[in-house]
């Protein structure tokens, strides 16, 4: 398994941006696809967006496409999730997490490794 640990949460106001990161280490971050996950409170946890070790595949939650995006850069042991034209339904802690294959996509049982999340908050 590989450690994460994300940053970059907090409170904006409707319409506004954050940028999410995932820093890994522990084992060889380039080996792992990775994916960004969210719960907001009394909801299960849900799929936001995936990329693979490549970075040539990228797949998106329906609620956050167009208005979210994931990247990664190898040589950091870092993801990103830039999140745009941010609404209150937004609000829930992010998780990131590793899955020990070239492509993942959005069953929760493909992530072998979890950060402790990140919560981001959305005001109307």
Known sequence: QVQLVESGGGLVQAGGSLRLSCTASGRTFSAYAMGWFRQA???EREFVASISWSRRSTY????VKGRFTI???????TMYLQMDSLK???T???YCAAAPTVVAGRGINEYDSWGQ????????
């Not at 998106?60 to 609620?63: A, I, R, S």
């Not at 990247?71 to 042991?77: E, T, V, W």
């Not at 999340?117 to 109307?124: D, F, K, L, P, Y």
Request: net charge negative; charged share 25%; hydrophobic share 20%.
């Open 92 to 94: 829930a802690v992010y």
């Open 41 to 43: 409170p009394g909801k």
């Open 71 to 77: 990247s990664r850069d190898n040589a950091k042991s």
């Open 117 to 124: 999340g990140t919560q981001v908050t959305v005001s109307s």
């Open 60 to 63: 998106y939650g329906d609620p």
């Open 88 to 90: 209150p339904e937004d």
